[in-house]
Structures are given as structure tokens and as C-alpha cells.
């Protein structure tokens, strides 16, 4: 019942900027914890961002801290994530996920996914 449709990836240079956004339809969305995966050719699916229902909690995967920050719009049922000072080893396809629980830095029990959205970031 619950979808979600990400939108906002592209080729950008090392160095640039994207926000990605994630829309959720289907059910209550301030009672979900978020989440931003990627997955690189021939690489597993990795956690990079999620956050809380209320907002208040987030965290960040070593690899991205600092440069990402991830949101949520609880009004527009839309979590976001912005992305800075890109660079090539962050190319893959980023998917936005959700579930039901509060422990928001857990990959293994996200039960809602989007499609995806390719990210590019050139040299």
C-alpha cells in the first residue's frame, strides 16, 4: 500500500550539488523512520542517511558525513536528501526506503523501497 517515488538524481561534476526527493503516498508518514540506500555496480545496498519520524534523530554513514544531510517534510509527506561536494565513488543508484520502527540506523528491517534514482558524479 505504501509508495514511494524518488526523484531529483542526474550527471553532475565532482565537486557539485543534488537534492534528492523522495515522496510517500499510502499510510501515516510521520509515523515512519526514513532512510537514503546505495548501491554501486557490483557493490551491496549500504545505508548512507535516515531519520526519524519527528526529525529529531538522524544519522549518517562515515563515507557521507559531512557532505549530506538528510530531511523530512512532514507536511508534504517528502524526505529529502542534499548532497554537496559530490564526488565519483558516490555514482550508484540511491533508493529511498521506510519502515514502521524507530531504530533508524538498522538497514535490515527497511520494508518500503523506491524504484531508485541514478546518480553520476564525473571526474
Known amino acids: 500500500q505504501v509508495q514511494l517515488v524518488e526523484s531529483g538524481g542526474g550527471l553532475v561534476q565532482a565537486g557539485g550539488s543534488l537534492r534528492l526527493s523522495c515522496a510517500v503516498s499510502g499510510r501515516t508518514f510521520t509515523s515512519y523512520a526514513m532512510g537514503w540506500f546505495r548501491q554501486a555496480p557490483g557493490k551491496s545496498r549500504d545505508l548512507v542517511a535516515a531519520?526519524?519520524?519527528?526529525?529529531?534523530?538522524?544519522y549518517y554513514a562515515n563515507s557521507v558525513k559531512g557532505r549530506f544531510t538528510i530531511s523530512r517534510d512532514n507536511a508534504k509527506n517528502t524526505v529529502y536528501l542534499r548532497m554537496n561536494s559530490l564526488k565519483p565513488k558516490d555514482t550508484a543508484v540511491y533508493y529511498c526506503?521506510?519502515?514502521?520502527?524507530?531504530?533508524?540506523?538498522?538497514?535490515?528491517?527497511?520494508?518500503?523501497w523506491g524504484q531508485g534514482t541514478q546518480v553520476t558524479v564525473s571526474s
Open positions: 531519520i526519524s519520524w519527528s526529525g529529531g534523530y538522524t
Open positions: 526506503a521506510g519502515k514502521p520502527g524507530s531504530n533508524i540506523n538498522y538497514a535490515g528491517d527497511y520494508n518500503y
